[in-house]
């Protein structure tokens, strides 16, 4: 599976990952058409990639599940650049290149042989658990403010005001929360790539570990929530009731995390 174009676009898929979670973090709404751009780079990379491995026979073969799930995964990136010239999506990418770019990670590191020295990336571990401490205490706060919201919310629609203690106005905790689901969304994402990195390796049970999954699951919700802000400005009750079903969904995974590893 090991090829040259495949390594490139595996980096270039990984850009485009870091400069989408930066236009979702807020941190530039000027890095968006260039993630897009290197995200298509990518998927032309990816494209020479296949036509490569099949040209010169390369293993795995052409029906191997290895070389069905890397035609898969060309076919969503293309698939999204599409809808994109004809439907304008904004921001979706953000869920598309990190999918991409673990999903060929993993199967350079599995399936037909190795990159050489990406052993080395379990060095990285640490910041597999740093970054995804950092996400979690930014979605805590999210979660804070956004149940703040709730309570708010509750004390306007039986007409007692905010009363005692004095709550911040629910527009500043929607503001708030969102703020903090942003600045989070791209450590957690860091998190998720070296998890599932290192799940391929370390893990005698293999990615299929509950905590795992439920991580990935969580990380789309607030993907979904993310994209639904940016879009739409998207916000109230139901918008905070999710952000507070993400957070006990990502304690559950750093509750289960913890108990796995002290049994």
């Known amino acids: 599976m090991f090829s040259i174009p495949l390594v490139v676009a595996l980096a270039l898929y990984g850009v485009s990952t870091v400069l989408y979670m930066l236009f979702l973090a807020g941190v530039s709404e000027r890095v968006r058409p260039w993630a897009r751009a290197v995200l298509l780079a990518g998927a032309a990379a ?39 010239l004809t439907l304008r999506t904004t921001g979706a990418g953000g ?4 999918f991409a ?13 190795r990159v050489p020295g990406m052993k080395a990336v379990a060095i990285l571990t640490p910041v597999h658990i740093a970054t995804s401490a950092v996400g979690f205490l930014f979605f805590a706060a999210a979660f804070a403010a956004a149940t ?39 450590f957690y994402t860091v998190g998720i790539i070296l998890g599932a990195v290192w799940a391929w390796w370390g893990s005698e049970a293999g990615p299929l570990v509950p905590e795992y999954v439920l991580g990935v699951v ?25 952000v507070i079903v993400g957070f006990m969904a990502v304690l559950s995974v750093v509750l289960m995390y913890a108990f796995r590893r002290l049994a």
């Open 148 to 186: 703040l919201r709730l309570f708010a919310d509750l004390r306007l629609r039986e007409r007692h005001g905010l009363g005692w203690p004095r709550m911040p106005p629910i527009a500043s905790l929607d503001r708030f929360a969102f703020a903090s689901l942003r600045l989070g969304f791209p």
């Open 218 to 242: 969580v990380w789309v919700l607030y993907a979904a929530l993310i994209l639904a802000f940016t879009r739409s400005g998207w916000k109230g009750r139901k918008a905070a009731v999710l």
């Open 95 to 98: 869920i598309v290149a990190p």
């Open 46 to 84: 990816h494209l020479a990639a296949i036509g490569y491995h099949h040209a010169w026979h390369r293993a795995p073969p052409i029906l191997a599940p290895a070389s069905l799930v890397n035609l898969g995964v060309f076919v969503v990136v293309a698939g999204y650049l599409v809808l994109h």
């Open 101 to 113: 770019a673990v999903v060929l990670g993993t199967l350079l590191n599995n399936a037909g042989g």
